[in-house]
């Protein structure tokens, strides 16, 4: 796709993304944006938006040079390799110029929100539980050669 892409052939690149286990050429009409942000920063700014009828989070990359570029398509192999109930998953993507664009899960609840908004105070348990699931999930990352940080 991305040789497709430095030729300037597009129709092509639209169709090798389409063929892909992830669709990587999804259009404007595939995918609803809020106006917005629910977060921005230096790399992105993520949109919540509606995918095929699922609430998403939509984070659309600010690409100012080639090693951005690069980056990004890391991060697209990356994810579209991850298969773990912990970890977020790829729903799709727009690789294609102009807007760069990751499709992932919407969640609306996160530790922050339990803890703080809902008052929520675990117990040993649940908190061993919780140690567990993210052991495991960074197990799976460390053995794709991911190293968080």
């Known amino acids: 796709m991305a040789a497709a892409v430095r030729r300037g052939d597009m129709d ?12 990587l050429a999804l259009t404007s009409a595939e995918l609803h ?8 920063g230096v790399e992105s700014t993520v ?3 509606v995918f095929r ?7 659309r990359l600010k690409l100012s ?34 807007d ?20 929520w105070r675990p117990c040993w348990s649940e908190l061993l539980l919780a140690g567990a699931e993210v052991a495991d999930a960074m197990a799976q990352l460390h053995a794709l050669g991911v190293v968080h940080r």
């Open 12 to 23: 092509g690149a639209r169709a090798i993304g389409s063929r892909a286990t992830v669709p």
């Open 33 to 40: 944006l809020s106006p917005e942000p629910i977060s921005q």
């Open 47 to 49: 949109y919540s938006g």
């Open 53 to 59: 009828g699922v609430d998403v989070a939509v984070k």
């Open 65 to 98: 040079t080639a090693a951005d570029l690069d980056r990004f398509r890391s991060e697209l192999i990356l994810l579209s390799q991850i298969c773990h109930e912990n970890v977020v998953s790829l729903l799709g993507a727009k690789a294609l110029p102009p």
């Open 100 to 119: 760069y664009m990751m499709v992932l899960p919407l969640e609306r609840y996160n530790l922050a929100h339990a803890l703080y908004r809902l008052a």
